[in-house]
């Protein structure tokens, strides 16, 4: 399972924090840093390194209900 850890910038500069999440517990953690105003968030996977910067509309993602399985 991929795990990331968060990078954002705040008032004081850039902060990181290096401990492994899952994505959903990422993306949570993400949109409590949005909401106490750092910037600037990027998600990093810890095995490729890849980035995922534009986080909105996966942040939206969370709170939306899933549409009903048939």
């Not at 004081?12 to 949570?28: E, H, I, N």
């Not at 993400?30 to 600037?40: G, K």
């Amino acid at each position: 399972m991929a795990r990331y850890v968060i990078r954002a910038i705040n008032q004081s500069g850039p902060v990181s924090f290096q401990d492994p999440l899952t994505l959903d517990a990422a993306l949570r953690k993400a949109a409590e840093l949005r909401d106490a105003h750092f910037q600037h968030i990027t998600l990093v996977n810890t095995m490729t390194g890849l980035e995922i910067t534009d986080l909105e509309d996966l942040i939206r993602g969370l709170d939306s209900p899933s549409p009903p399985s048939h």
